[in-house]
């Protein structure tokens, strides 16, 4: 069965330090799709990356950067020199590409807050 | 120009009442999504459509009727209302297949019902 599982519910860092937020999932799927979305005190969802199961490069976009291992099955994500503005709820979730039915399955969040 | 757009941003209600909540997207996406967030953050699917067709339709009560009169909307009723209905309902809309594509959320809609 398909799951997400971000084992951390609340993280609290000071400002410019890093932190990595975990995600580990479970699928019996051979294709399947990561992603992560940032959800700011203002609610709205934001998409950050989006990584596939044959792509097991590392992504680094400015101070964010994401480390995939299917051996563990794990999809990290790691922010650098944490900013206040990083502070959001942050989901980490799965598709699978056999089910035909498109649903984003969705961890339960972790909570970031970044302290000045 | 707001890619996804939900009304109203707030709705409170009474128990038992009957509700809507409409959803635009201005991005000629062919799949639209409902998701209802519960007071935990808790983020779980309830609906979606493609091309104006019901693809899915997790458990949710059947008092929950979602309408998609065109690509470009999907609204979502709601009968009958009770309070564990209270939650953020957020509209999406993706070009394809989610499993390949992000989805657009739009800003949600805090629903209370008292």
């Known amino acids: 069965a398909q799951k997400v599982t971000q084992a951390q519910t609340e993280i609290s860092v000071v400002e410019k330090e890093d932190v990595t937020l975990d995600c580990v999932y479970e699928?019996?799927?051979?294709?399947?799709?990561l992603f992560w979305y940032k959800q700011p005190p203002s609610g709205e969802l934001v998409f950050l990356i989006r990584?596939?199961?044959?792509?097991?490069q590392n992504e680094i976009s400015g101070r964010y950067s994401w480390n995939f291992q299917k051996s563990t099955s794990s999809f990290n994500f790691t922010i650098t020199a944490s900013q206040v503005v990083d502070s959001a709820v942050y989901f980490c979730?799965?598709?699978?590409?056999?089910?035909?039915?498109?649903?984003?399955?969705f961890g339960t969040g972790t909570r970031l807050q970044v302290f000045p | 120009d707001t890619a996804v757009s939900q009304t109203p941003k707030y709705l409170v209600t009474q128990m038992g009442n009957d509700k809507s909540i409409k959803c635009e997207q201005n991005?000629?996406?062919?799949?639209m999504y409902w998701y209802k967030q519960d007071s935990k953050k808790f983020l779980k699917i309830m609906f979606s459509?493609?091309?104006?067709?019901?693809?899915i339709n997790e458990t949710v009560p059947n008092r929950f009727s979602p309408k998609s009169p065109d690509k470009a909307h999907l609204n979502l009723h709601i009968n009958s209302l009770e309070l564990g209905d209270s939650a953020v309902y957020f509209c999406?809309?993706?070009?394809?297949?989610?499993?390949?594509?992000?989805?657009?959320f739009g800003p949600g809609t805090r629903l209370t019902v008292l």
């Open positions: 459509y493609n091309n104006k067709e019901l693809i």
């Open positions: 991005l000629g996406h062919d799949t």
């Open positions: 990584r596939n199961s044959f792509d097991e």
């Open positions: 999406a809309s993706s070009q394809g297949r989610a499993a390949y594509n992000e989805q657009f």
């Open positions: 979730a799965l598709s699978e590409a056999m089910d035909n039915t498109d649903k984003l399955i």
């Open positions: 699928t019996r799927d051979t294709t399947y799709y």
